[in-house]
C-alpha cells in the first residue's frame, strides 16, 4: 500500500489552528463551570483570548485565569507552572567539538559541504578556512579576497565552492586545488549573499547596490547572464530552489523569482530582513528580521503562519534555519545563546549557551541531527543529539 501524503507545514498549521479554535469554542466562560457531558476532564488549562497583534500561540497568563472554586482555581495554576515537555532526543543541543576556540577574528559565515564531513569558514580575516570537524585539523586555506568574507555557498557535487564579500567581489574555488576557478565582478557594492542552484551550473549573488545578479558557472563569460533590479534595499540573504530564486532585503521585502519564467511574487514584513529559507516541501519562508523575531510565511498567499521570539537580533545580519524534519526552528542571537523553537508552537524548547559573544551563523548538518555554529569571537563549534556520556 503507497504512504500517505506529506502534509505541508502550512496544512499541518492550518489544521492545529483549526483544531485549537474548535477547542476554544468549548471553553467555559469566567465564573462558569466546564460543561456536563463535554468530555472534558477538570485537568484541562483554560484557553485565553489573543489580541490581533499577539503570535498565533501563546501562554496563558496566571491573571487571566476564570474564577473557579479556589481549590480547582489552584490545580490549574499549578499545572501551567509546570516546566514545558523534555526536550526531543533528536535536537543537537549538546556541545560535540570545538573546532577553532580562536579569538579577535570574526566569522560572519559557516556551511557544512553537501555530505556533512567538513565545514567551511569564513569572516574577517579574508580567508575562507576548510575544517574536519572531527580532527578539529584545518585542511586548508583559500586567500584571495581583499576585504572580509560575508557569505560561502557550496556546490551540489562538492567541488567548487563560492565566496563574496566587501570587495564587490564573488570566487568560485576548486576545493581541492585551492585555486581559483572563475572570479564574477560587477556589484557596484559589497556582496552579502550568493548561493547555488541545484546543479551547480548558476551562481546566484545578492549585493548591498539593490540588485541580484545570475552567473553561468560553465561559461568563460564575464558578465552576468541576468540582472534581477526589483528590490528597493540591499540584498542580504538569498537561496535558489528549483527554478525559484528566495531573497531577503533590508526594506523588509521577501521577494520569490521564477528564474525560468520571469514571474515574482513579493511579501513585506516592514523589518530588515538578515536571513530567509525555504522550507523543505518550498510552501514555506523562513524569515529573520531585526525587531528580534524570526516569521513563518506561507508562500500561497503570504501570510504569517507563525512567529518565533525569545532571541536577540536588533543590529546584525544573522541566521537563522529549520532542522532537517522541518520540525524546529533554530537561530544564533546576540546574547551569545543559540535559540531552538517547536516550530508548530512557536515556543523555545532550548537555550543554549553557546559562545562568548555572537553568534553570526549555524548551519544544520545535511543528514544528521548535528549542526555547527560560529561567533563573532572567532570560535567555531559543533553539537549533537547525542548526550556526552
Known amino acids: 500500500m503507497p504512504a500517505p501524503p506529506t502534509m505541508s507545514i502550512a496544512a499541518t498549521l492550518a489544521a492545529h489552528r483549526s483544531k485549537t479554535a474548535i477547542t476554544k469554542k468549548y471553553q467555559p466562560a469566567p465564573g462558569q463551570g466546564i460543561p456536563a457531558g463535554s468530555g472534558s476532564s477538570s485537568n484541562e488549562q483554560p484557553s485565553v483570548a489573543m489580541n490581533a497583534s499577539d503570535s498565533p500561540f501563546v501562554s496563558t497568563s496566571l491573571n487571566t485565569l476564570p474564577r473557579q472554586p479556589q481549590q480547582q482555581q489552584q490545580k490549574l495554576k499549578a499545572q501551567i507552572a509546570r516546566p514545558p515537555a523534555s526536550i526531543p532526543q533528536s535536537l543537537p543541543i549538546h556541545e560535540d567539538k570545538v573546532v577553532s576556540d580562536a579569538t579577535g577574528s570574526q566569522i560572519n559565515a559557516c556551511q557544512y559541504n553537501t555530505t556533512g564531513e567538513y565545514i567551511l569558514t569564513g569572516g574577517v580575516d579574508r580567508t575562507v578556512r576548510l575544517w574536519n570537524p572531527e580532527t578539529r585539523f584545518c585542511i586548508k586555506s583559500y586567500e584571495g579576497h581583499g576585504w572580509e568574507i560575508l557569505d560561502l555557498a557550496v556546490s551540489p557535487e562538492n567541488g567548487k565552492f563560492a565566496s563574496c564579500g566587501g570587495d564587490k567581489t564573488v570566487f568560485l574555488w576548486d576545493v581541492l586545488s585551492g585555486t581559483t576557478l572563475r572570479r564574477f565582478s560587477g556589484h557596484a557594492q559589497r556582496v552579502n549573499a550568493v548561493a547555488f542552484n541545484g546543479d551547480g551550473t548558476v551562481l546566484a ?161 545535511p543528514s544528521e541531527d548535528r549542526m555547527c555554529s560560529a561567533s563573532v569571537d572567532g570560535s567555531i563549534k559543533t553539537w549533537t543529539s547525542q548526550s556526552p556520556l
Not at 531577503?248 to 530582513?273: A, H, K, N, W
Not at 524570526?294 to 537563522?320: E, F, P, T, V, W
Request: charged fraction near 20%.
Open 205 to 365: 549573488t545578492g549585493s548591498y547596490d539593490a540588485t541580484i545578479r545570475l552567473w553561468d558557472c560553465r561559461s568563460q563569460l564575464r558578465a552576468p547572464i541576468q540582472i534581477l533590479e526589483e528590490p528597493k534595499d540591499s540584498v542580504t540573504s538569498i537561496q535558489i530552489k528549483g527554478s525559484d530564486l528566495l531573497a531577503g532585503c533590508v526594506d523588509g521585502s521577501i521577494r520569490i523569482y521564477d528564474i525560468r519564467m520571469g514571474s515574482l511574487i513579493t511579501d513585506q514584513i516592514f523589518e530588515p530582513i538578515t536571513s530567509v529559507c525555504f522550507s523543505k516541501d518550498g510552501n514555506c519562508v523562513l524569515a529573520s528580521s531585526l525587531d528580534n523575531t524570526i516569521r513563518l510565511m506561507d508562500r500561497a498567499n503570504g501570510g504569517l503562519l507563525n512567529a518565533y521570539k525569545g532571541h536577540k537580533n536588533s543590529q546584525y545580519k544573522i541566521r537563522s534555519c529549520l532542522s532537517n524534519s522541518d520540525a524546529h526552528v533554530l537561530s544564533g542571537s546576540e546574547d551569545g545563546k543559540i535559540y531552538i523553537w517547536d516550530l508548530m508552537e512557536g515556543e523555545v524548547v532550548s537555550e543554549i549557551v553557546a559562545h562568548s559573544k555572537i553568534v553570526s551563523a549555524i548551519a544544520y548538518h
